[in-house]
Nanobody, 115 residues
Framework: QVQLVESGGGLVQPGGSLRLSCAAS????????LGWYRQAPGKQRELVAT???????NYADSVKGRFTISRDNARNQVYLQMNSLKPEDTAVYYC?????????WGQGTQVTVSS
C-alpha cells in the first residue's frame, strides 16, 4: 500500500513563502507522474503542479512564476516551493502520485495566507 504524507503547511502572511514536502512510502521513480493539488473551501480540487519521471513540469496559470515543483528520487520526496503567496492560495494542498491508472493521495496539509 502506497502512502503519501504531506508536511510544511501553515499560516503565512501575503508575500511570504512556504515549502511543502510529500514523503512517499515507496520509490517515487515507479510513478508516472507526481503532483500537487489544492482545494479551497467551497471549491473543487484543482491542479497546482505536476512533475514527470524525466522531471518535466506543468503548472496552473495561477501559480506560474511563483511556485516550483521538484523531486528528490533518493529521498522519495516531492516538494512544492511557494513564493509570493496570496490570500487566494489558501487551501488544503494534496500530494498525488500516478501509477498506471491508479492515483494515490495524501491526507493534505493546510496552507493559510492571511495578514
Amino acid at each position: 500500500q502506497v502512502q503519501l504524507v504531506e508536511s510544511g503547511g501553515g499560516l503565512v502572511q501575503p508575500g511570504g513563502s512556504l515549502r511543502l514536502s510529500c514523503a512517499a512510502s515507496t520509490n517515487i521513480f515507479n510513478f508516472n507522474a507526481l503532483g500537487w493539488y489544492r482545494q479551497a473551501p467551497g471549491k473543487q480540487r484543482e491542479l497546482v503542479a505536476t512533475i514527470t519521471q524525466d522531471s518535466s513540469t506543468n503548472y496552473a496559470d495561477s501559480v506560474k512564476g511563483r511556485f516550483t515543483i521538484s523531486r528528490d528520487n533518493a529521498r522519495n520526496q516531492v516538494y512544492l516551493q511557494m513564493n509570493s503567496l496570496k490570500p487566494e492560495d489558501t487551501a488544503v494542498y494534496y500530494c498525488e502520485a500516478d501509477y498506471g491508472t491508479i492515483g494515490y493521495w495524501g491526507q493534505g496539509t493546510q496552507v493559510t495566507v492571511s495578514s
